[in-house]
């Protein structure tokens, strides 16, 4: 499994272009970048030479269409999208990630079946491009009464949904927080087939009771609570290859330097990989 | 459009076959029944003999699938379903229809992602056999509380469903008690394309706040007051050539005999599609 | 059924601008151009101002994406088409229109199930915005053989690829030349629903063996040997209401001026929709 | 990944329930059999209790749907399909698998693109019970003559079909008699994902011209010069965990008893999977 990088957990870290330096000196194979702004930058050419030369891919794209407000603001985005896919699949990048909230302003039912068709219509045009989409489900107790309605946030219900987008690029995005929190096992991972996975983030949880974990908590890998050998060894059982990105989301901006913050992901990832027997 | 029957209304009308009959003799062009059990009494032959002897057209068989409920009792009803399309298709039905209750036991978002899948596959095999699903949403104040959860029972939240589900063989069950309770005018009608509409039902509503309408307090069209010349006239303005069939929900068997509760539906079809300057 | 103007057949009638002010002069409804061209150069109001001013519409755009070639021209067109159709739809026009040869030079099965693909995901996008897509079946004999290996030409090979590229928002451009030159009958037109109907060109043929009608000698309609009267009384009696397109192919360009060609398209209208016992 | 056995190979094997105990008795993990078939014989109970006692699982059913030929063929196999499916699902087993002629005496275009929608059909219903389809390419070089017009045969062409048909769960069915007749080389199986292949054929072929190896004239597995232990030790590498089933296809009838047959293709399996360096 490949060891990712993404912006939260770094500070102050810079331009893209920094982060896949950054990235390669510490021992990190991906970032979760904006690939056309890579190529807006540097070219295409320039964004490729760039990587190959830290050897660094792009693990995810995040999904920029708007699906969860008004249909204009949806349409609007997608011939972003199509262009977002076609930068993402000339560097290499196969993924395409968006978060679910658990929890909606709308009616939870219209709301549900609006999103279904419009995720469908990501998906078809990811799809052309040879990209997945991944859906995060997110599982900290307070955002599930954060907004009126209860919506989807359970692994269950998620694999649900992508069986109603029914298209064949859909997975999931699986967070260890969000696993954490929904109270699952390494059985449930070893449940799944590596396919149903299409991107991994990785952070850990403070020692609090789990309905209290807040989303924007966490804490680097192997400092907090959760069973991060576990969460490993289970998806390296299962077959996944994938990156296993660093995403931590913090209330306050951390007190150390972007550098120091390298460093601290780095010894992060080196004892939890090693804690679940690996590399 | 075609005048049809259901059994709703009739009072004992007795077998399928005396149905048929009646339909005939009392001027209605189709009747929704049970196309396989048909079949399964009389023979292909002999059930196309006896709709051929009144002429009268199967206007919609019901979905028998049940969707709402376990997987298992979905799966169960999937191989029922194929052979009920079977038979429709066989005696030229073109018509499987199920109601959407407004409500919910089942954490909404969920149940809705599950039902979208469970009525695509529906909708998949009946396409198979030209069959179209009818969905029909549901508008009766009462029952939008009579279950934990709301779900979908507007015009707007049904089309949108549909789109969600996707193929190209579903559509609306229409019904002139849905369209009064949901507050819908003539204009929503007209906004419509005839192709969007699998399937009509024509009853009337009391004179009783539109809030305080039972679902099982339904009159003869004519009856009561809802605009059914603008209902009629609407739909057979936007082109649609489908039945329009008869429903009667009651909270109580009807007093009269079954030959009179035909005369009355026959002069109640009389007095609204000539209110609707229609032949 | 209204009265619809593409280039073909109009000479050097110069810009859309320009094409839009005649049709509306001649009485046409409307032209089938570049939307987003439109936009472009009057800006979105500016477009809609122009086709209020001469109350035309747009009939169709043109499928801009290449899904007949590579791959990779394949995906470059996929960004355009979202522009495309977000520039038709802000315009109000709801089809897009592309051709299929009744012949390839590629493998025809292989061919198939990539243009399958292809066609949906430019029906996928097309459907986000409200936009149809219409396949057109090419009917002239001598096309059959230009290319290595027989494709698709017939109406009912059309609507079987229709079903199996399996998206609600794909129908057919049906054009007069093919169904003549495809030896179909009124009751071929009889026998479709106005939905399966996306647009529809109209011309006619000399007066030569159907089998040596060539694609490019086409005639306005009324000065050849098709029953245009059949046909238009036909669409409008199965309930089509979009446009009837002219649209006269031909090896040379024609010796009238655009002014001379425009009373010859809109007497040759008058004349077919008389004939047809319409207008 | 799985040894597993189909008749073919094994003459005179007799019932479903022998091949069942002989399966067990020789070391194989699954067998290639008509799920609905031993529960119909057995009752569920009866048929999960035989399968435990011979600690053997079902490899893939056939799909017993006739996909090639008339529209009504097709549809009454459709509701049999559901039962079929439900069979297999009650067993465990998670694939069902069809062979696809590589010529074909329709216009190859048409028969594509209805092929396309029936297997569509067929994977809709199969999903709804949690099976795959998987679609077997077919390499002798005599079948893509053997009917008037070439249909699809390649791995490549293959690939594009699954994405045309459009289901998630449909996938290929792998056998080694395809990939060699193919040219294919250990590379191309690489460049698969274990999700991609939905079941394995192994046999070997005599030492004739790759050009004349005919469809029955395959030999048992290490008999001949195909390279098995590329092709197993690929699909390992890859994560392929599902069956390999012996498929022996022969002109005629074999001279040794199925006991010997059997203890054949238990060494020719012993052999193999040591020769690719597994167990």
Request: hydrophobic share 45%; net charge negative.
């Amino acid at each position: 499994m490949l060891k990712g990088l993404s912006r939260a957990g770094l500070g102050s870290i810079g331009s893209d272009e920094h982060l896949i330096a950054a990235a390669g000196k510490y021992g990190f194979h991906t970032v979760d970048i904006d690939a056309r702004g890579l190529i807006d930058r540097n070219g295409l050419e320039g964004a490729r030479a760039l990587l190959a030369k830290y050897d660094v891919a792009i693990g995810s794209i995040g999904l920029s269409v708007e699906w969860r407000n008004s249909e204009e603001k949806f349409r609007e985005g997608l011939s972003r999208l199509a262009d977002d896919a076609a930068a993402a699949a000339a560097l290499g990048c196969r993924a395409c990630c968006t978060y679910v909230l658990p929890a909606t302003n709308d009616k939870a039912a219209h709301f549900a079946v609006i999103a279904t068709r419009r995720l469908r219509t990501c998906a078809q045009i990811l799809g052309a491009y040879g990209i997945r989409l991944g859906l995060e489900f997110v599982g900290p107790h307070h955002l599930r009464t954060a907004w009126a309605n209860p919506f989807l946030w359970t692994l269950e219900e998620t694999l649900d949904w992508i069986a109603a987008i029914g298209e064949p690029n859909v997975g999931l995005l699986f967070d260890s927080y969000h696993w954490y929190t929904n109270g699952l096992t390494v059985a449930d991972i070893e449940a799944l087939s590596p396919e149903q996975i299409v991107h991994v983030h990785i952070n850990d949880a403070p020692d609090v009771p789990v309905e209290e974990a807040r989303d924007n908590g966490r804490l680097y890998p192997g400092e907090g609570v959760i069973d991060l050998a576990g969460f490993l060894s289970a998806l390296n059982g299962i077959g996944y290859k994938g990156s296993v990105t660093q995403e931590i989301l913090a209330a306050e901006p951390p007190a150390q330097s972007p550098e120091e913050l390298l460093v601290r992901s780095q010894r992060a990832y080196d004892r939890v990989y090693k804690a679940a027997g690996l590399a």
